[in-house]
Structures are given as structure tokens and as C-alpha cells.
């Protein structure tokens, strides 16, 4: 566990692409060695930049309904691992927030997933998370989510669950009434076995 303190405060003192961000340096991540779910996001928002706690803004509301658990469950880091592609708020584009920093998977990704053992399933949310932990060419989210039986439960894919999302959700009904309780079941099942 000290080598994780160690590591985790190299991680959240990083500056690498400090230049590059338009609020500075500030990475948002989650993580225990005990964690059994894995949480994998794209980037921090102005707002969780602000906070410092991850998805602490309304994506974050609606992905832990999708998930079927509290607060309380969600911010222990015991149980879930929280993971974006980058750590901190990348700035905002024409159309949303701008693509993850590639510099947090390259500097930091393997050491941080090797001090993760015990994790059950991966919730792996967007694009970027999806073209990273998935070793398919670059699929579509829908495509992914559509075909998520193939990777269950070891990875499942998710769109991203922000508001500007609500479009994708209308097109796709099925993500919602099939596959969220099923979610919800599994993760209720690894939070309940020790």
C-alpha cells in the first residue's frame, strides 16, 4: 500500500501537460489496490476540476443511477476505482469539453492498472476510455454498447452518461431498459461477495 500512497501522490503532483490546460494541473482520480469495480472515464469537466471529487456534477448523478448505488458506495475507493484517460480538465471546444490529454495514459496508466487486482468488471464510458481498453479496432460507442454481451462482465461498454448525451439515450432505449439493470445486478453482486 505504500508504494500506491507513493505512487498516487506522484500522480496527483503531476504537471506534465500544465502548459497545455487552460485551469492548470489538478488530476481527479480514484484508487485502492481492494477495488473491485473500475470505473473508466475520458476527462474531468470544469466542474470536478473545481471540486477535485470525481464525477461530481450531473454525469455523475446519472451514471451512479445507472450503476444502482449510493454516494457513499461510489466515493469509497475501496469498492470502485476511478480511472479517466486524463486526470485533469482538458478545456473546452465548439462542441463540449476537448479530448482527454494523452500524456496520463502514457505516463501513468499501466503503473496505476497494475496496482488494481481485484477488479470484477470495468465500466468503460466513452470513446476515448473504449478506444483504449478495447482491443477491437476502433468501434463505435454504439457499435460497442450495442455489442456489449461479447465483452460481459469482464468490460462494459457505456455511452457517456452527460446531459449532452440525452439525444444518443433517445436513440438508443434499449441501453436503459436492457442493459442498466443488468448493471445494477451485477455490481450489486460484487459489492455484496468478499
Not at 28 to 53: E, T
Not at 110 to 135: C, E, M, T, W
Not at 155 to 175: A, E, M, T, V
Given at each position: 500500500?505504500?508504494h500506491?500512497n507513493?505512487l ?5 503532483a ?5 502548459p ?5 494541473a ?8 481492494n477495488?473491485k469495480?473500475l470505473?473508466?472515464g475520458?476527462?474531468p469537466?470544469r ?7 470525481p464525477?461530481d456534477?450531473?454525469?455523475?448523478d446519472r451514471?451512479r ?10 466515493y469509497?475507493?475501496q ?5 479517466p ?11 463540449g469539453?476537448l ?5 496520463c495514459?502514457?505516463t ?8 488494481l487486482?481485484?477488479?470484477h468488471s470495468s465500466?468503460?464510458?466513452g470513446k476515448?476510455?473504449?478506444?483504449y ?10 457499435q ?9 462482465p ?15 439515450l433517445?436513440?438508443?432505449p434499449g ?8 448493471i445494477q ?10
Amino acid at each position: 500500500m505504500s508504494h500506491l500512497n507513493a505512487l498516487l501522490s506522484e500522480v496527483r503532483a503531476c504537471t506534465v501537460c500544465e502548459p497545455d490546460l487552460p485551469n492548470g494541473a489538478r488530476p481527479v482520480l480514484q484508487l485502492h489496490p481492494n477495488a473491485k469495480i473500475l470505473v473508466a472515464g475520458q476527462a474531468p469537466g470544469r466542474r470536478v476540476h473545481a471540486s477535485g471529487i470525481p464525477f461530481d456534477d450531473p454525469s455523475g448523478d446519472r451514471l451512479r443511477d445507472w450503476m444502482g448505488i449510493s454516494k457513499e458506495v461510489f466515493y469509497n475507493p475501496q469498492q470502485i476505482a476511478i480511472v479517466p484517460m486524463g486526470f485533469c480538465f482538458p478545456g473546452t471546444g465548439k462542441s463540449g469539453d476537448l479530448p482527454p490529454r494523452p500524456e496520463c495514459a502514457e505516463t501513468w496508466h499501466r503503473k496505476l492498472f497494475n496496482q488494481l487486482p481485484n477488479i470484477h468488471s470495468s465500466l468503460v464510458i466513452g470513446k476515448y476510455a473504449q478506444d483504449y481498453h478495447f482491443s477491437q479496432p476502433k468501434k463505435s460507442v454504439t457499435q460497442l454498447v450495442e455489442n456489449w454481451r461479447e465483452y460481459w462482465p469482464k468490460q462494459i461498454p457505456l455511452p457517456h452518461p452527460s446531459p449532452r448525451n440525452n439525444l444518443w439515450l433517445r436513440k438508443n432505449p434499449g441501453f436503459e431498459a436492457e442493459l442498466v439493470p443488468l448493471i445494477q445486478r451485477r455490481i450489486k453482486e460484487i459489492l455484496a461477495a468478499n
